[in-house]
């Protein structure tokens, strides 16, 4: 049997899909009997919206004995966990194994065909003919030693983690392929071969692949390893129909991609919270694609001031976040114990590389429309204006003008965690905006678009009256009274409930339309008090409100 490369084959090494299980082969010396392959299936995944799972698996060892595990998960650092009754050891290792071969080459031609008899034609004018066999070298041992005093330094300081990086793993393709002809050795060049005929082509090949070797003593019974591992996550969305003037509908969905592996009769798990992972950048040194100089790098960028701590900070990225205020309802026990939530969507199956849309919950709910309008403070810790430079974009919320917005409680029985919410009535796209963590029963004020129909007007200026002169902590501050007006006015043929925000500095001498009035935080850190004041209005068709309001602020000098 004769198998017949052009250039291209020789030239190509591209990946060998094949199984990973590992076959029994390389047990130890000692041993009576080789390994015996043990399937550890995937039972159970729980998935972060940080591209994080919590993996679960889960194995019978019916004796003591060594089993092999035909994979080695590339789990993240400190949560790998191995459980049994009895005791166990776990070894990551790597395996040879022998698989069909379709006459492709794994990496390199060399060693794929080491000890086969091939004929070669070389390019020129005229063609060179090459007979002879493929010369087997035994694999180089690693290079790339580790030596404490070269690379301690280079650890702690983490100037050099990207050379560690990418030499690591496996040894380069050879250039040349070495055969012995009846002239005795000849080395040719891959490049320039144009023909290659395997006279002995191998119906099989070995190939190394990384394996769990356990060793199971007396009474060790059933295997549990879990740990949490990259590439399966969920992108959670939520879609809000209002054609009822009564009742919203709810809706959640997710989208489950699957970077993983192949998962069969798996049951999956939504969580939302805050991914609190520390070392979520992390992978475990039982991982074989990692290597100590990879691991000391990845640890050390956790104090890399000149990163910035990126990777630690992008894990929160799709975490929660909570905004208050926006709704003003009473506190709404939720939850005991820790702040995560699990949500099953039941047994799936999803092989590697597919996406899943999957329908969470949906319920009614009774909501309110409303028009909101939010208008900033504009002074600084100082008293001083604060005038925002026209290349910097102000945020939403801080946007000039009023949202039409609705208000309901959640209806579900967990949490709304944060993401997407699309607003539609009926078949009808209305807006998209983002939701923040709610709890069950909790209110909250979702904005759908700008309210064009309602035109608003806020504006403030200094009252002529005499300044006082004030020193507080060293500092000289001018005392201002300082008048504002805020002006509605409903341009459409309904009554509109609005409520309006207006942030101030300083001490509130006076309001109309009796608003409510609240302290913010951020007041501590200034030498003037900042409060919101709040009015809820109602400006039948066609009506124009306005509403006034006085206070005076300590203006640094």
Known sequence: MTHMYTSSHVSAVAAFALSTVVTASGALAAQAAPPADLDAPIRSVALFKNGIAV??????????????????????????????????????????????????????????????????????????????????????????????????????????????????????????LALETASGRT??????????????????????????????????????????????????????????????????????????????????????????????????????????????????????????????????ASSNSVSYGSGGSAIQPASEGIDLHYHSIGTRDLREGDSLFVRVASERAPYSRIVAWRVPDTRDEWGRRVERQSWEPAPPEDQEGAWDALRFSNPFDFPMTTAPVIIVAGERFLGQRTTTWVNPGEETTVHVTKALAVRTTASEYEADTEREHIAVGGNDYR??????????????????????????????????????????????????????????????????????????????E
């Open 187 to 316: 080395f040719v060049d891959l490049s320039l071969v144009a023909f290659l005929e395997v006279v002995d082509a191998p119906e099989t090949r070995m190939v190394k692949r990384p394996a769990l070797e356990v060793t199971a003593h007396e009474g060790a019974g059933r295997l549990a390893l879990s740990y949490l591992a990259k590439g399966l996550s969920y992108a959670p969305s939520y879609r809000l129909d209002i054609a009822s003037p009564d009742l919203l509908e709810l809706s959640q969905t997710a989208v489950i991609r699957n970077e993983l592996t192949d998962l069969v009769g798996v049951e999956i798990e939504l969580i939302s919270g805050f991914p609190s992972m520390e070392h979520s950048h992390v992978l475990s040194p039982m991982s074989t694609a990692t290597t100590w100089a990879d691991f000391f790098a990845q640890l050390s960028s956790m104090f890399d001031n000149t990163r910035g701590n990126r990777v630690v900070v992008a894990q929160n």
């Open 479 to 556: 005392k201002v009274r300082v008048n504002g007006e805020l002006q509605l006015c409903n341009h459409r043929q309904e009554a509109v409930q609005v409520e309006a925000r207006r942030e101030i500095s300083g001490e509130l001498i006076e309001a109309s339309e009796a608003p409510t009035k609240k302290n913010l935080e951020r007041g501590v850190y200034s030498v003037n008090r900042r409060q919101e004041l709040v009015w809820s209005l109602t400006l039948a068709p066609g009506e124009e409100r306005k509403v006034t309001f006085s206070y005076d602020v300590l203006v640094r």
């Open 55 to 176: 993996v679960r698996r889960a194995a019978e060892l019916p004796t003591p004995g060594v089993y092999t595990i035909g994979d080695v998960p590339d789990a993240v650092h400190g949560t790998l966990w191995v459980d049994a009754a009895g005791a166990v050891d776990v070894r990551a290792t790597t395996r040879s194994i022998e698989v069909p071969t379709d006459g492709r080459w794994d990496r390199d031609p060399a060693r794929e065909l080491a000890g086969r008899k091939v004929r070669v034609r070389l390019r020129g004018e005229p063609l060179t003919e090459v007979s002879g066999r493929v010369v087997a070298f035994e694999d180089a041992p690693q290079e790339r030693a580790w030596s404490r005093a070269f690379e301690q330094q280079r650890y702690w300081y983490g100037w050099a983690n990207r050379y560690d990086m990418n030499m690591a793993g496996a040894s380069q393709p050879d250039r040349y």
